[in-house]
C-alpha cells in the first residue's frame, strides 16, 4: 500500500438548485464559485479533482472543459445525485451512463473516478462496484469509514482497498471529542476549529477530503435541503462559516502536505501494490 501522505482535496461539483424543491429560483452560482475555486487553486498551485454531477456538465460544457483545460481531474458523481440504495442496480447502470456521455462530451477526457451522492457506499451497496469496473472506473471515492446520520460504514476502515476491481479510497475520519468525524470535509471543514482540523493533517496519514462550490459562498440565499429533514441545527449548519472556507484552506495548504488528485494516488498504489489495470 502506498505510504506517502498526501491531500486529496475534491470538489463535488454540483448544482444545489437540482437538489431542493423549486430550486431553479434561487440565483445561479455554479460559475462564479467555479472560477473563484479555479483561481484560488492557480494561487496555490494546486490540481485536484472534482466529482461533477451529469447535470452541470449539460448546463455547463464550457465550464467543465475549462476546469479540465487547466489540468484538473473530472469524475463522475452521478447524473441525479441520489443515495446509491435509492437505485436499482439497472437504474445506477443507466446513470452511470448519462453522466459519463455528459462528462466525456463536456471535454473531461476519460473518466476514471466515481462518488456516489451523500458518500452513500455501504455494505448494502456493494453491488455498485462490478458496474463500475464495467464501465471503466477504475477508483471509488464513496464511503465514509464512521458512523453518521445519513450514511456510513463504520467497519470499512480508513484504509483504500481493492473491491471487484474499483480501488475504494475512503473519506478521512478522525476522533474529535471522541466522536469519528470527516474533519476536512463539508459541514465539518468549515464548523470544526482549523487547529483540530491541522492537527490531523500532521498525522503522517493521506487526508481524503469533499467540498462544494456553497462552502465557499457566503452570498448565496438560504434554501432547506429535504434530505437533511426537520433539525434546524443541520440547516443552519450549511450555512455556517462560509465566509472563512477560502482563507481555512489556505492557511491548511501552507503545511505542505502535497495535494494529488484521485488519479494520480490511484496509480502510486496500483504500483504499490502490483496491481494490474
Request: aromatic share 12%; hydrophobic share 40%.
Amino acid at each position: 500500500m502506498n505510504e506517502r501522505a498526501e491531500f486529496l482535496l475534491s470538489i463535488d461539483l454540483e448544482d444545489v438548485r437540482d437538489l431542493v424543491p423549486d430550486g431553479q429560483k434561487l440565483c445561479e452560482r455554479v460559475p462564479t464559485m467555479v472560477e473563484r475555486l479555479l483561481a484560488f487553486l492557480d494561487e496555490a498551485k494546486a490540481k485536484i479533482t472534482f466529482f461533477t454531477t451529469g447535470p452541470v456538465a449539460v448546463r455547463y460544457k464550457s465550464l467543465v472543459g475549462e476546469i479540465a483545460s487547466e489540468g484538473h481531474e473530472i469524475a463522475s458523481h452521478s447524473f441525479w445525485h441520489k443515495p446509491l440504495d435509492e437505485y436499482a442496480p439497472k437504474e445506477f447502470e443507466d446513470d452511470l451512463q448519462q453522466t459519463l456521455e455528459a462528462l466525456v462530451s463536456a471535454g473531461a477526457g476519460a473518466v476514471r473516478g466515481f462518488r456516489a451522492p451523500v458518500v452513500s457506499m455501504t455494505a448494502h451497496t456493494v453491488w455498485a462496484y462490478p458496474v463500475l469496473a464495467r464501465h471503466g472506473i477504475l477508483y471509488s471515492s464513496s464511503v465514509l469509514p464512521a458512523k453518521n446520520p445519513l450514511y456510513g460504514w463504520p467497519e470499512f476502515g480508513n484504509r483504500a482497498k481493492a473491491i471487484d476491481g474499483v480501488l475504494e479510497i475512503p473519506i478521512s475520519v478522525g476522533s474529535v471529542l471522541g466522536r469519528e468525524l470527516p474533519f476536512a470535509s463539508g459541514v465539518y471543514f468549515r464548523a470544526l476549529p482549523r487547529r483540530v482540523i491541522e492537527r490531523h493533517f500532521s498525522a503522517g496519514q493521506s487526508v481524503v477530503s469533499y467540498l462544494h462550490p456553497y462552502d465557499f459562498d457566503p452570498e448565496q440565499e438560504r434554501f432547506v435541503t429535504p434530505r437533511l429533514g426537520r433539525n434546524p441545527l443541520y440547516h443552519y449548519l450549511m450555512h455556517y462559516n462560509r465566509s472563512g472556507a477560502f482563507d481555512k484552506l489556505r492557511k491548511l495548504l501552507s503545511l505542505g502536505l502535497p495535494v494529488s488528485t484521485y488519479e494520480q494516488f490511484w496509480r502510486r498504489v496500483t504500483v504499490a501494490t502490483g496491481a494490474k489495470n
